[in-house]
């Protein structure tokens, strides 16, 4: 039975997509171009406005800038996929492609969180502490919990993608989504998936801590 399974475990994927109707494809094409193109402009234009105006030279505009980075390269794991997949007939995405687009894609939003995390504690001290509020929020501090976000998201990423690739896939290969995501991942798993759910629901409770 193993050497069965084995034989049919899968090397590669096929993305759906949202559609395969050819003009509903184009249409799709442009609205994710438009709007892909839009939250670089509009990201980029305030990162440019708040590095250019000093009177924004302060520890929540700091934040908002380095989210607006962050969102930039969020946008960028999915989209450019997402728009060659509406125009291209070839949707196969290798397992090695899969696992770099879960790894970025899950390292990008769990810094996310984090780093929403810091912007909260910074806007706690601002009303809190209104006296002490510039010395406390350093610069040097305010550089450290950005940092802290990256390297807390991406060893969280590290531990999600190791996790979810330890698995072995067989059956159908194809995926009814528009990027590798842990539900169908996890349904086409020959493995049994209960230490996987256990290590994931123990990540993500440390995270909501």
């Known amino acids: 039975m193993e050497k069965e399974v084995n034989q049919t475990l899968v090397t590669d994927f096929v993305m759906v997509g949202f559609t395969t109707h050819p003009v509903l494809r184009l249409v799709f094409f ?20 708040i590095y250019l105006d000093s009177h924004l030279h ?6 908002v800038g380095s989210l607006s980075f962050l ?19 070839n949707k196969v995405m290798s397992v090695a492609g899969c696992a770099a687009q879960f790894f970025f894609s899950a390292g990008l939003a769990y810094s996310e969180c984090f780093l929403l995390a810091a912007m909260a504690y910074d806007r706690y001290v601002a009303i809190c ?15 450290q919990l950005v940092i802290a976000s990256y390297v807390a998201g991406f060893v969280d990423a590290i531990v ?26 996890v349904k086409m798993a020959c493995d ?18």
């Open 30 to 49: 442009v609205l994710f171009l438009v709007s892909y193109t839009l939250t670089l402009t509009g990201n980029l234009g305030l990162m440019v406005l």
């Open 129 to 143: 502490n209104p006296l002490r509020y510039a010395i406390a929020m350093s610069k040097k501090l305010c550089i």
């Open 58 to 63: 302060t520890p929540m505009y700091f934040f």
């Open 192 to 209: 049994d998936t209960r230490v996987y759910e256990l290590i994931m629901t123990s990540v993500m409770g440390c995270n909501v801590l």
């Open 71 to 89: 969102d930039i390269w969020y946008s960028s794991v999915y989209t450019p996929r997402i728009l060659s997949d509406c125009v291209s007939k």
């Open 160 to 185: 999600h993608t190791a996790n979810t690739f330890r698995l072995r896939f067989c059956g159908d290969n194809t995926i009814d989504h528009y990027f590798c995501d842990v539900p169908p991942l």
